[in-house]
């Protein structure tokens, strides 16, 4: 770690070599982890089996023809029920959630299969299944994320991955990558995409089609990850070190 210029990778010291790959392998498993949290969390919510920008749309914006409960139902909490259970949930939900209904056939069902989970005393940030009023919220058309949640994901979202960017990006500008503007461009993507990535999850509740700024913005964010965790393992350990490097004795530093 030279003050000015960044030494190559293959002038550090083995150790400093040890924990970069170390950091790196650890963060590579968990940007696949985040992609699968990702995937569940947003699959399935237009009945697709596969991710879409209605996925998005719907989970930011809601679904004006839908509840939270169907939401859910169709997406992360598909597993907890059988069909017929999620048809009679789905055709009750479809009647405005009618009260009548509730005892005889609904509750049942949610104490069977959702109460485990779904109560105050287990979890006090899931919706309450003991109770009617509790269920109530869940049976109200779905809005989507509010927008006191998305402040509350969005502040945690910028501050962690800024650090994690920053670890990953300091460890890649060991690397030796010409020309210089594409490795900085590749250091500073991920930060713009962060950026990017947040104010559409803001923009697709004004319009939908911002859905389609969150997928993009995923995507420069992944494809900088992956460049920079490859370049930086294959320059630690398998390449050779660039030609004119450190041959004339001078300490072998890049910009
Ligand atoms: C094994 C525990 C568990 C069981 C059983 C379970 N849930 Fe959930 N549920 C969760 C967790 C954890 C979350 C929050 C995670 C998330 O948002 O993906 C959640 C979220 C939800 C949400 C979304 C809440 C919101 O504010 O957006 C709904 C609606 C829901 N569940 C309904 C159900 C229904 C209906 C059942 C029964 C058929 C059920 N759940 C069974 C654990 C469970």
């Given amino acids: 770690m030279s003050s000015q210029n960044a030494v190559h990778f293959k002038f550090l ?22 992609m699968v949290q990702v995937w569940v969390t ?4 237009d ?16 679904n004006k023809d839908a509840t939270k409960m169907a939401t859910a139902l169709k997406g992360p909490m598909a597993a ?8 009679t949930l789905f055709t009750w939900l479809h009647k405005g959630a009618p009260k ?31 109770s009617w009023e509790g269920v109530q919220k869940v049976a109200v058309a779905d809005t989507g994320m509010t927008v006191p949640t998305l402040v509350r994901v969005s502040h945690i979202h910028l501050f962690s991955i800024t650090f994690i960017f920053f670890i990953v990006g300091f460890i890649f500008s060991h690397a030796y990558i010409r020309p210089l503007w594409f490795k900085c461009v590749v250091i500073s993507v991920p930060f713009l ?13 004004m319009w939908e089609g911002f859905a389609w700024m969150v997928i993009i913005s995923g995507a ?3 494809t900088a990850f ?26 072998p530093c890049i910009k």
């Avoid at 010291?13 to 985040?34: D, I, Q, W």
């Avoid at 947003?42 to 919510?45: A, D, E, Q, S, W």
């Avoid at 009945?47 to 809601?62: E, R, V």
């Avoid at 965790?229 to 001078?250: A, R």
């Fill in 47 to 62: 009945g697709k089996s596969y991710l879409t920008a209605q996925d998005l749309m719907i989970s930011y914006n809601g």
């Fill in 193 to 205: 995409s962060l950026i990017t990535d947040v104010a559409s999850w803001y923009l697709t509740k």
């Fill in 100 to 130: 009548d209904e509730f005892d005889k056939t609904i509750n049942p069902i949610l104490q069977e299969h959702c109460v485990a989970c779904h109560n105050k005393a287990a979890n006090p940030n899931l919706p309450d299944y003991t």
């Fill in 13 to 34: 010291p083995m150790s400093t070599r040890v924990l970069f790959s170390s950091v790196l392998l650890v963060f590579g498993l968990a940007y696949c982890m985040a």
């Fill in 226 to 251: 992956t460049i920079m965790w490859l370049t930086s393992m294959y320059q630690m350990w398998l390449g050779k070190v660039p030609t004119g490097l450190g041959e004339d004795g001078k300490i």
């Fill in 80 to 87: 907890m029920l059988d069909d017929a259970g999620k048809m």
């Fill in 42 to 45: 947003h699959v399935g919510l």
């Fill in 220 to 222: 420069f964010m992944g």
